[in-house]
Every structure is written in C-alpha cells, then in structure tokens.
C-alpha cells in the first residue's frame, strides 16, 4: 500500500519561490547593467547610440541644425515631467522588447505615438513660427513633419 504524498511544507514553498524571484531579479539586474540601463535616465544624446541601429541618427543628427540646440530628448519626449518619464518608460520597454527580439524595421522607424511627441515638441519649440503659417484657411492640424520629414537628422 502506498502512503500518499503531502504537499511540501510552507517552509519549502517559501524558500523555492524566494529562490525563483532572486533569480529572476538578478537577471533583471544583470541586463539592466549589462545594457547601460542608467545612461537612459540621462540627457546625454550618446545613449541613444548604445545599441547599434541609431548611429546613422546619431550621426546624421550630429551634423544636422538641431545640433546646437536640441538634444534627443527635447524632439523625442514631451517637455513636462511625468510625460518624458512615462514616455521613456514606455519607450524603454519597447526597444529592449525589439532590440532583444530582432523584432524592428532596418532601417528603424518612429511609430505613430511617437511621431505625434516630436511633432507637438515642433509646434512647442518653434511656436512664434508656427502661429504665423496659414493654411489656406482651412482649420487644419499643423503638421511640420509632412514637409520636413527628415529634420534634425537628415535636414
């Protein structure tokens, strides 16, 4: 006759699900370093550079007229606090998501969303231009990336 199982003791349970979230938690660590995470809290527009796929941006913006007065971040996020946090958040996730897939266009493209934050950040920065333009009396949605597409790296 067989003596049925008991289920292991809380104890047991206890130590096997700490053990599962150290582990986890130190692969979420050492890929966080591992990939520079902090330099993505910075402003500094090299971060933009770690991975391989933004240098021709990078470089392009380097030469570009933004250069001087714009860095990644003022195009690329909205200016108040908690949007450019949530928005590097969001946008963390995604390319780390894409990056570690291989799941992204070559050569890469701005999304929709993030289409829309560069634009209002045109419209921001360059608002004493932008309350000038007519547009031929309709009442249109100013945008500035249909014509100027390429600004701020390919200029």
């Known amino acids: 006759m067989t003596v049925p199982s008991s289920p292991a003791p809380l104890?047991?349970?206890i130590l096997i699900l700490m053990?599962?979230?150290?582990?986890l938690f130190g692969l979420g660590a050492f890929t966080f370093t591992y990939a520079e995470g902090t330099s993505y809290i910075s402003n500094n527009p090299e971060t933009c550079v770690n991975c391989h796929i933004m240098r021709p941006q990078f470089s392009a913006w380097v030469k570009g007229s933004h250069h001087n007065v714009a860095t990644?971040?003022?195009c690329?996020?909205?200016?108040?606090?908690?949007?450019?946090w949530f928005v590097k958040?969001?946008?963390g996730f995604n390319h780390?998501?894409?990056f570690t897939s291989g799941d992204f266009p070559e050569p890469i493209q701005i999304t929709d969303f993030?289409?829309?934050v560069a634009l209002n950040n045109c419209r921001d920065c360059?608002?004493?231009l932008v309350s000038q333009v007519v547009l031929g009396g309709q009442h249109e949605e100013l945008d500035c990336l249909a014509c100027h597409n390429g600004v701020g790296h390919d200029d």
């Open 89 to 91: 958040g969001v946008n």
């Open 72 to 74: 990644c971040n003022d």
């Open 11 to 13: 104890s047991w349970r």
């Open 126 to 128: 360059h608002a004493s």
């Open 19 to 23: 053990a599962g979230l150290g582990i």
């Open 76 to 84: 690329h996020t909205p200016h108040d606090f908690f949007g450019k």
């Open 96 to 98: 780390s998501r894409a």
């Open 114 to 116: 993030n289409r829309n």
